[in-house]
């Protein structure tokens, strides 16, 4: 069992900059992948990046390319979402989640997701 902790959200202004944490406890496995979506009121949940953590790969989505960053600091098994030039579209609920593949015959993956924490971009 994985408990996701997440942090640092909240209300800011256009233009300003958050990040948000997710601590994983009781640890991270070098198979795991951590992302983050986003839920916006009336809309569906839409997945905004994913790191894996044995390579450190990561996406981003396109909606928010070269304003958000995702990171992962594995001694602490935390990812990180940097969101910089913040829009009002931005506004959303933000889940962490991960996904832990267990190798068994056949293999199967659990997902895990965080408590979710608000983002509001406002003036």
């Known amino acids: 069992q994985v408990h996701l902790e997440q942090s640092g959200g909240g209300l800011v202004q256009p233009g300003e900059s958050l990040t948000l944490s997710c601590a994983a406890s009781?640890?991270?496995?070098?198979?795991?992948?951590m992302s983050w979506f986003r839920q916006a009121p009336g809309k569906e949940r839409e997945l905004v990046a994913t790191i894996t953590t044995a390579d450190k790969y990561t996406n981003v989505s396109d909606s928010v390319k070269d304003r958000f960053t995702i990171s992962k600091d594995s001694a602490k098994n935390t990812a990180y979402l940097q969101m910089n030039s913040l829009k009002p579209e931005d506004t959303a609920v933000y889940y962490c989640?991960?996904?832990?593949?267990?190798?068994?015959?056949?293999?199967?993956?659990?997902?895990?997701w965080g408590q979710g924490t608000q983002v509001t971009v406002s003036s």
């Open positions: 009781p640890y991270t496995l070098s198979t795991d992948t």
């Open positions: 989640n991960l996904v832990r593949t267990v190798f068994t015959i056949p293999s199967r993956k659990i997902t895990y």
